[in-house]
């Protein structure tokens, strides 16, 4: 998934409510099933890309059955659940639509493999920790797996296509361990990158800016790629179902992404120089985004992007550059990242010099802790770099968000900052995760809004006040604020690419 910051309007329900039904129902190169679906898919791993997907392949399938598994009983339990593993606006209405229907959920893996005439591989790829390429490689090693056990378990040639986003030329390996199956069953293999986003995964589905697929260009690669076109068919006009070679669609995922992060880091270096000259960044991307060249998307200044796309893939590609010797490319996409961290850490310093260069002891809310508003992610999340600092620094955190858990909060920061109760000793008292925003800010120093819920805009900023130590310092990381308004009544006002009325007197 991507990680914009940017969510429609348009209710993900009522995009699903308004599809209007294909004018002729794709015919699928396979024969009617006993059952009466003319197709199943099984799709391995059941996280933010999985579930979402097959649900509204489902809803807009009606005659292929689809079969979401995985290892995690527990996360399938949610899936079979009211209460779904993931937060994602209008999924539980298209899951509720068709679960135990035409979609279902299961731990029982090497049946479905059996059953299936096309399985998604859609498991985790994160960043190798150690060994070669540690840092920047994608571990693909999830990947291997299941292939490794659709060529043990299956019983008949199947059609396995990589969801997952992953390096380009994986599929090689996909394939070569697929050949090795001593059942002398052939399998053909896809590539199909997902580009929805977390938050608008539902209407990104429903109405795509394009479906990409690669195979094989041989007769039988075209007739598999073929088969997946029809899937989509359902419901995406088929001049917006792309099909190229395997390594085309493979490496496309990882450009779009760097190409997504690349903007992000572009603003916020320039937000960087707004605030040292006194321009406003806010009317910086009104002007160039104005530009049809350039376009208005993407040109929000914030502390940084986050996800758990954006930062792996780059460093994917910036990896793949290296190992081909392309160094001056693989210099410049590491630059993207460069920049984000600089932008973290430029902002959680920016706090700390505003409040007389000290917050030991010092009560700080923090507002918003997922990557992005309309979800629950965390991965990679520029806030926890920002509570990472400011806890080094002996703050008192109080963090609120409408969708984070305590748990979730924690398990992140221990596997990408590594920091816990065991490696920093206090670190759980120093944090707290409270009920609401105004408990959260009641007699704090300052509140930092690093989330871009939609409720912060709307608090009562005069109870919040009258509850903060004074000066009460307000960092808005998100520019979502009315900052004059907050002015007004007293709060000492940070932003980010603003200029601060204390330094310049010429605005």
């Known amino acids: 998934m991507t990680s914009n910051n940017e969510v429609p309007t348009d209710s993900s329900l009522s995009l699903y409510q308004e599809l209007p039904s294909p004018q002729t129902s794709p015919q699928f190169p396979t024969s009617r099933m006993s059952d009466g679906f003319d197709l199943k898919i099984c799709c391995m791993g059941a996280g933010y890309v999985g579930g979402p997907t097959m649900a509204v392949i489902a809803a807009n399938c009606p005659k292929v059955r689809v079969c979401v598994v995985d290892l995690s009983q527990k996360q399938i339990d949610a899936w079979n659940s009211p209460n779904l593993p993931i937060y994602e606006p209008g999924l539980p209405a298209v899951v509720d639509q068709c679960r135990n229907k035409n979609l279902f959920f299961s731990t029982d893996i090497d049946s479905e493999i059996k059953k299936a005439d096309i399985i998604f591989i859609s498991v985790n790829t994160p960043t190798k920790t150690m060994g070669i390429g540690a840092g920047r490689a994608a571990n693909v090693k999830n990947c291997e797996l299941c292939a490794r056990k659709i060529a043990e378990v299956s019983e008949s040639g199947k059609i396995v296509v990589e969801k997952s986003t992953v390096p380009v030329r994986t599929a090689q390996a996909v394939r070569r361990v697929l050949d090795c199956n001593e059942k002398g069953l052939k399998f053909q293999v896809l590539s199909n990158p997902e580009f929805l986003a977390e938050g608008t995964a539902i209407p990104d589905l429903m109405k795509p800016d394009r479906v990409l697929i690669g195979g094989v260009q041989s007769p039988e690669g075209l007739a598999a790629a073929e088969t997946l076109v029809s899937v989509y068919a359902n419901w995406v006009p088929r001049e917006q179902i792309i099909t190229t070679n395997l390594w085309s669609s493979e490496l496309s995922k990882l450009v779009a992404n760097a190409f997504l992060a690349q903007r992000v880091s572009s603003i916020n270096s320039i937000s960087a120089l707004c605030e040292a000259t006194g321009a406003d960044v806010s009317e910086i991307t009104r002007a160039v985004g104005m530009d049809d060249r350039i376009g208005k998307r993407f040109l929000n200044s914030s502390i940084g992007f986050g996800g758990s796309c954006f930062q792996k893939d780059i460093l994917n590609l910036v990896y793949l550059c290296e190992t081909y010797g392309l160094n001056e490319c693989a210099k410049y996409w590491n630059q993207v990242i460069v920049m984000n961290d600089y932008q973290k850490k430029r902002f959680s310093e920016k706090m700390v010099s505003h409040m007389f260069n000290t917050v030991t002891g010092k009560k700080i809310a923090v507002l918003g802790y997922a990557f992005k508003k309309d979800t629950g992610d965390v991965r990679e999340t520029p806030s926890m770099f920002v509570v ?104 000492e006002v940070h932003a980010i690419g603003k200029p601060d009325p204390n330094k310049f007197s010429d605005l």
């Open 388 to 491: 990472r600092d400011l806890v080094l620094e002996q703050a008192k955190i109080h963090v609120y968000d409408p969708q984070v858990s305590r748990e979730d909060m924690f398990s992140e920061m221990d596997y990408t900052v590594q920091m816990s109760e065991s490696t920093h000793p206090g670190l759980e008292a120093a944090v707290t995760t409270s009920p609401d925003a105004y408990a959260a800010c009641d007699g704090a120093h300052a509140f930092a809004v690093l989330t871009e819920w939609d409720e912060f805009k709307d608090l009562d900023f005069e109870r919040i006040y009258k509850s903060m130590a004074k000066p009460a310092f307000v960092f808005d990381g998100r520019n979502i604020l009315d900052h004059e308004k907050l002015r007004g009544m007293g709060f």
